[in-house]
């Protein structure tokens, strides 16, 4: 029997030569090539294909593409079509699980792989799983695990669900120690004093670092409930629904969990049982479990669940910290992010990690207008020139990098665990805060519960005001 192979591409010359040469194919047919993604998500509905070829696709990551589709279609083999200017992503495709092909494609290439044992697609060990990517630039399936939806008949109109847009924030650093949390505590703190169209912002932030987070500590907040407890209330649903559909949950395996888990739906509403509040501020957040070793029991898919029903939760602004790698945990919350805070201090070692990165993301064609750069620390006199970073970093010259200083008050607030954002006071950091939160997410011009003002002293000097 031929096995069914479904294009998607939108290079229209490489797709009608391959047409043209597997109509003679004894082992393969085309049962649909899509040009877009909506139409791409259509046709794995309808056609059934037991291969998908995934070219070019344009405003699209082909990664996080390759993941949803395996999410939703774990039993599917995935082959990338990729240029030779492209094979430089060969290990990173590899790694996701798909066999990669140099185009012009070749019908013997393609009919090589029908006969590859399907193991070897879905096979891969539970540890090198690839994560299910999660971006807005790509559309879920209408089968995936979409919440509940809210009822007319609900008593609150709500419901937990807000209909409103999210903005969606990573702070990431690709180094340790540069201040990426401090950023991230700060910005949250901000956003919960600022208002939109009047209302006042409803602000979650999580820690993403899910072995050594520090946010919690960082606000003095208790570390329980936490992100673990989540995770676990979802392995209890997931293994609800597997033993219904007559399988043992301790012989399943990873992508059959992944399986399972875009069948399943959670509700946004349950949010509210996993997080903490700070009280000063009002501000929510999912912390990082307690014991380290709670952290090598969330898998991919839980954090792609956890994800995808944030998205529909009643949180105007999500913020996530992250750890200073490229775990699964991170990439999710990179490509799960609108924007990213790129956070680094103006020292060798952090702007070389920055600008590797930089040329990384660039390379899988990441949307570079979501980035904005950080620099920490900043003090008056430093080796490097923000224009020499700027440069080093191939900026364009209208990309602004913005800077947070180096003063008393911030090594006081770390310490402590009183945001500088509830200092009282005008200080250096809060005014360079309070910009980076602007630029991110435009705000009304009136505050909540803003700190009385300070008796008017005589104005200090420009380079006072802004060192300190």
Sequence with gaps: MKKRLLIVDDDKDSTSAL????????????????????????????????????????GAERGVVCQQFRLAYPQLSFIAACSPQELMWEPFFRNLGLWVIVKPVQTGQLEALTMVPQAMYTGIPPQQQPAPLAATAVLSPTVSHTPQAVTENDPDPTNGVSTGPKHLITVYGPKGGVGKTFISRELAVYFTTQKQEGRPLRVLAIDFNLDLGTFATTLNLPRTPNLFT?????????????????????????????????????????????IVTHTETGL???????????????????????????????????????APDTTDATIQALF?????????NPVVDSIENIQRLLKLLREAEYPEERIQVCMNRLQRKEMFTLEEIRAYFQLH????????????????????????????????????IETLGKALLPVDSERVGS??????????SLFRWLWG
């Design 336 to 344: 799960f992010a609108e924007q990213v805070v790129m956070v680094g």
């Design 19 to 58: 047409v043209r040469q597997l109509a003679e194919s004894t082992w393969l047919e085309i049962c649909g090539i899509a040009t877009g993604i909506d139409e791409a998500w259509q046709m794995l509905q309808t056609t059934l294909p037991d291969m998908v070829m995934l070219g070019t696709i344009k």
């Design 230 to 274: 989540w995770v676990q209330d979802i392995d209890t649903q997931l293994h609800s629904y597997a033993q219904q559909q007559g399988r043992d949950p301790f012989t399943l395996r990873n992508e059959e969990w992944q399986e399972f888990a875009s069948s399943i739906s959670l509700s946004p509403q349950d949010i509210e049982k996993y």
């Design 451 to 460: 700190a009385p003002k300070e008796k008017t002293k005589e104005r200090p």
């Design 284 to 322: 929510h957040v999912l912390t990082s479990p307690r014991d380290i070793r709670h952290s090598f029991e969330i898998r991919d898919y839980h954090l792609y669940l956890i994800l995808e029903t944030l998205k529909q939760s009643m949180y105007d602004v999500i913020l996530i910290d992250t």
């Design 397 to 432: 010259p209208s990309k602004k990098i913005y800077s947070v200083p180096d003063d008393a008050e911030v090594k006081k607030s770390i310490n402590t665990g009183v945001p500088v954002m509830l200092h009282p006071g005008r200080i250096a950091a809060k005014d360079a």
